[in-house]
């Protein structure tokens, strides 16, 4: 069904996130901090989306010199080491329903691991740092960028200086920027595949915004790391598909620019995205290029004539799939 970009709720979604940011920026994180204070690892757990803000939050609190590492949240669920005396887990899930991290916040509680969750708001759980309210679009958005922000908070209350107030505050006025000129006008629509591809957190960034083509556009995107692409991932493409570069000067050895090279010389159109404004910490600036990303979802959305805001349809959209791992008791 063709629709009007403005009138998405994805469009609103994406236009509520400098606010969110702002409005995170203030939150008091102190008890949350404290439980994480003491670890001597901090385990960070997600789905899809949440998987993406567990990763960057790794990152974040490894800046405050903490031992974080990240998983899956169905990987660390059934296949993840035990938890051990000294773990403290963070589960993102924005709608709390999330059926493995469900099960890994059940798991950590019965293990007497200290749990900190990051959700949407109305979760109901004593544990829980809540965000935003529900999305929606099944095109999650807002509540992505308010849980970097809550981790990023953590972060700097755990020692990394560079996720302070002011940092985070210009990281809205960044967002903002982005409403303005997104810079996404001369990407065009591939006639088969787009590849996303970054280096480094912009790794993260090139997969979360695949995930927001693919679900608001349904149009086969890929994110990739850098040397992941270039191992392998590359040699399907063609004629018919195009590369998005994302931040390519950040790449401290180059490799993000030397693909693009190489594809156009492989006759596949070749897109960058760049941040032109003031330069934020690395990690703080994947939210304004995750917001160009979301942008660019929504107006293949509308240029393919799909509904942004009903992703999963059909089989895939079957209770008892989405049911799948949810504890029992």
Same mark, same amino acid.
């Given at each position: 069904?063709?629709?009007?970009?403005?009138?998405?709720?994805?469009?609103?979604?994406?236009?509520?996130?400098?606010?969110?940011?702002?409005?995170?920026?203030?939150?008091?994180?102190?008890?949350?901090?404290? *439980? =994480?204070?003491?670890?001597?690892? #901090?385990?960070?757990?997600?789905? @899809?989306?949440?998987?993406?803000?567990?990763?960057?939050?790794?990152?974040?609190?490894?800046?405050?010199?903490?031992?974080?590492?990240? +998983?899956?949240?169905?990987?660390?669920?059934?296949?993840?080491?035990?938890?051990?005396?000294?773990?403290?887990?963070? #589960?993102?899930?924005?709608?709390?329903?999330?059926?493995? +991290? =469900?099960?890994?916040?059940?798991?950590?509680?019965?293990?007497?691991?200290?749990?900190?969750?990051?959700?949407?708001?109305?979760?109901?759980?004593?544990?829980?740092?809540?965000?935003?309210?529900?999305?929606?679009?099944?095109?999650?958005?807002?509540?992505?960028?308010?849980?970097?922000?809550?981790?990023?908070?953590?972060?700097?209350?755990?020692?990394? @200086?560079?996720? @302070?107030?002011?940092? =985070?505050?210009? $990281?809205?006025?960044?967002?903002?920027?982005?409403?303005?000129?997104?810079?996404?006008?001369?990407?065009? %629509?591939?006639?088969?595949? %787009?590849?996303?591809?970054?280096?480094?957190? !912009?790794?993260?960034?090139?997969?979360?915004?695949?995930? *927001?083509?693919?679900?608001?556009?349904?149009?086969?995107?890929?994110?990739?790391?850098?040397?992941?692409?270039?191992?392998?991932?590359?040699?399907?493409?063609?004629?018919?598909?195009?590369?998005?570069?994302?931040?390519? &000067?950040?790449?401290?050895?180059?490799?993000?620019?030397?693909?693009?090279?190489?594809?156009?010389?492989? &006759?596949?159109? #070749?897109?960058? =995205?760049?941040?032109? &404004?003031?330069?934020?910490?690395?990690?703080?600036?994947?939210?304004?290029?995750?917001?160009?990303? /979301?942008?660019?979802?929504?107006?293949?959305?509308? %240029?393919?004539? /799909?509904?942004?805001?009903?992703?999963?349809?059909?089989? !895939? +959209? *079957?209770?008892?799939? !989405?049911?799948?791992?949810?504890? $029992?008791?």
């Amino acid at each position: 069904m063709q629709h009007t970009a403005e009138h998405t709720a994805l469009h609103r979604m994406i236009h509520m996130q400098a606010e969110a940011v702002e409005r995170m920026a203030g939150a008091d994180l102190a008890a949350p901090a404290e *439980k =994480l204070a003491g670890a001597r690892r #901090v385990l960070l757990l997600g789905t @899809g989306t949440s998987q993406h803000a567990a990763e960057l939050g790794a990152m974040m609190l490894a800046d405050a010199g903490v031992d974080a590492r990240w +998983a899956s949240a169905a990987h660390f669920a059934r296949w993840g080491a035990p938890l051990r005396t000294g773990d403290a887990v963070v #589960v993102i899930t924005h709608t709390a329903e999330t059926a493995f +991290a =469900l099960r890994c916040r059940e798991q950590a509680r019965a293990e007497g691991v200290p749990v900190v969750s990051v959700t949407g708001i109305g979760s109901g759980w004593p544990d829980a740092v809540e965000t935003v309210e529900r999305e929606q679009s099944e095109t999650y958005t807002v509540s992505y960028t308010a849980a970097l922000i809550v981790l990023a908070g953590l972060a700097h209350r755990l020692g990394a @200086g560079q996720y @302070g107030p002011e940092q =985070l505050h210009r $990281t809205a006025s960044a967002i903002r920027s982005v409403y303005d000129d997104a810079g996404i006008e001369r990407i065009g %629509l591939p006639a088969r595949v %787009l590849a996303v591809i970054g280096a480094g957190p !912009w790794a993260v960034t090139a997969r979360e915004g695949a995930l *927001k083509i693919r679900e608001a556009s349904r149009t086969l995107a890929e994110g990739f790391e850098a040397e992941n692409y270039l191992h392998g991932s590359a040699v399907p493409f063609g004629a018919a598909d195009s590369l998005l570069l994302l931040e390519p &000067g950040a790449d401290p050895d180059g490799l993000v620019a030397a693909l693009g090279e190489g594809a156009r010389e492989e &006759g596949i159109a #070749v897109s960058t =995205l760049e941040d032109t &404004g003031e330069p934020l910490p690395p990690l703080l600036a994947q939210l304004p290029m995750t917001v160009r990303l /979301q942008m660019l979802a929504d107006r293949f959305a509308g %240029l393919r004539r /799909q509904n942004p805001d009903v992703a999963i349809v059909g089989a !895939w +959209a *079957k209770t008892e799939l !989405w049911s799948l791992g949810v504890p $029992t008791s």
